[in-house]
Structures are given as structure tokens and as C-alpha cells.
T-cell receptor, first 112, second 114 residues
């Protein structure tokens, strides 16, 4: 079946550091790929998405590129802020009404 | 446009009781999905409703059920609560027109079973 694997956290960074969160997926076709962010005590917020190979999603300084050849969708940000501290989830959607397959989530802690 | 709303935000129940959670989707959205989030199992899909019909279902026991009303609002019911049902329950909405659409999540209902 379909699955998503994310790097384990927590990832601890200093403010203005470069952030990368690795995400790889297993799916037989061409899923849509998403990154969601969850702040403490809240639901999931869509960060960015890509629907086909080589698409780049971007939002709020975050970027991720859909790489079909490596089945990856790594999240990057060039300069993190304390406010970026949250849990980040990689997810895929493939031929299933309303059903997303989520990774385990990666906690990111940014210190001043 | 108002986002997805869920009520109540917090609930405490005891084993054996039942609980009903409510979700109001974004205006115009006709699909509502439900997820259970726990530290051990992560985010797991429960079911999806579109136009009052369940279109998709995850791998949960029959104690977990749902329904959707004509205004697209949805409820989820858990009967005979177990300690392991303690979780954050999230609902998400979308237009329901495409198989791989973006879903928009509510803030969740945190259920504690004692």
C-alpha cells in the first residue's frame, strides 16, 4: 500500500539556520504530495503542495519539489525563525476519496 | 471565509460511555473526512462523507461511526469508549470533486477517556 516516511525529530536549530526535512513516499502511481504544519494545540494547516512530477510548492519561505525519480518531497527553508517551531507532516493522496496517508511528523524546535 | 469548525474542543468521558463530535466544513465544501491522531499511531483515516453518503472508510472497528447532514455538517460517534480512544480527532473538508484534492483541517476535538 501507499506510505510516507519522514525523518525523525526533534530537529533543533538556531534562528536563521537552514532547515531540511526529508520525506519519501511509496505509491504505485502519481500521488499528490502535501506538507502540513501543526502548532501546539491546533489542527493541521496546509503549508504547500505539488500535484505532479517536478512541481515545486512554496509558501512562507518553505519549498518542496516533487521528485518522481527518487520518490521524495523534501521540505526546505533557507532561514528559520522561532515562530517556525512546530510539527511538520508530509502526506500523500492517491486515488482514495478523502484519505491522506501521513508521515509520522517531524518536530522542529528553533531557538533564539 | 470561515474555516472548518469542530465542537466541542475538549471532552472527558469514562470507559463504556459514548461520545458524539461535530464538524462544520468550509462553506461550499461537501466532503468531510475524519482522522484520529495519537502519539503512538499518528494520523489515521477514519472515514469520508460526501453528500450524506460514506464514500470511503479506514480500518477502525464498528464502534466508530459517522453521518453527514444535508448542510454538509458531519458528526462522528464513538460507542463503548475504551482508554485507547483517547486522541485528538480532526476533521477536514474539501469540495469533494476530485480524488486528490487539498483538505482543510479544523482545530480538532481532544477526547480523554478515563
Amino acid at each position: 500500500g501507499n506510505s510516507v516516511t519522514q525523518m525523525e525529530g526533534p530537529v533543533t536549530l538556531s534562528e536563521e539556520a537552514f532547515l531540511t526535512i526529508n520525506c519519501t513516499y511509496t505509491a504505485t502511481g502519481y500521488p499528490s504530495l502535501f506538507w502540513y504544519v501543526q502548532y501546539p494545540g491546533e489542527g493541521l494547516q496546509l503549508l504547500l503542495k505539488a500535484t505532479k512530477a517536478d512541481d515545486k510548492g512554496s509558501n512562507k519561505g518553505f519549498e518542496a519539489t516533487y521528485r518522481k525519480e527518487t520518490t521524495s518531497f523534501h521540505l526546505e527553508k533557507g532561514s528559520v525563525q522561532v515562530s517556525d517551531s512546530a510539527v511538520y507532516f508530509c502526506a500523500l493522496s492517491f486515488h482514495s476519496w478523502g484519505k491522506f496517508q501521513f508521515g509520522a511528523g517531524t518536530q522542529v524546535v528553533v531557538t533564539p | 471565509k470561515a474555516g472548518v469548525t469542530q465542537t466541542p474542543r475538549y471532552l472527558i468521558k469514562t470507559r463504556g460511555q459514548q461520545v458524539t463530535l461535530s464538524c462544520s466544513p468550509i462553506s461550499g465544501h461537501r466532503s468531510v473526512s475524519w482522522y484520529q491522531q495519537t502519539p503512538g499511531q499518528g494520523l489515521q483515516f477514519l472515514f469520508e462523507y460526501f453528500s450524506e453518503t460514506q464514500r470511503n472508510k479506514g480500518n477502525f472497528p464498528g464502534r466508530f461511526s459517522g453521518r453527514q447532514f444535508s448542510n454538509s455538517r458531519s458528526e462522528m460517534n464513538v460507542s463503548t469508549l475504551e482508554l485507547g480512544d483517547s486522541a485528538l480527532y480532526l476533521c477536514a473538508s474539501s469540495s469533494g470533486q476530485g480524488l486528490q484534492e487539498t483538505q482543510y483541517f479544523g482545530p480538532g476535538t481532544r477526547l480523554l477517556v478515563l
